[in-house]
């Protein structure tokens, strides 16, 4: 009975050489494809052909955000 046990919460330790981090470099880059394609989305629509904007802070006042 106690050689099942032991069999079952026995684990492998791999060595920092052995350590391939695929899954999260994947993850990664995915996040940095997503990233750049809002920004490109974002200035095609925010950007291109219009001045841009500036909030100053009395168009903050007028809209709440600065009061008291």
Same mark, same amino acid.
């Given at each position: 009975?106690?050689?099942?046990?032991?069999?079952? +919460?026995?684990?492998?330790?791999?060595?920092?050489?052995?350590?391939?981090? =695929?899954?999260?470099?994947?993850?990664?880059?995915?996040?940095?494809?997503?990233? =750049?394609?809002?920004?490109?989305? =974002?200035?095609?629509?925010?950007?291109?052909?219009?001045?841009? +904007? =500036?909030? +100053?802070?009395?168009?903050?006042?007028?809209?709440?955000?600065?009061?008291?």
């Amino acid at each position: 009975m106690s050689q099942s046990i032991d069999e079952s +919460t026995q684990t492998t330790e791999i060595g920092h050489d052995e350590y391939d981090p =695929v899954g999260t470099l994947a993850l990664i880059g995915l996040y940095f494809l997503i990233l =750049v394609a809002l920004w490109i989305f =974002v200035y095609f629509v925010e950007f291109l052909g219009n001045d841009p +904007t =500036v909030v +100053t802070g009395s168009a903050l006042l007028l809209a709440g955000v600065g009061h008291r």
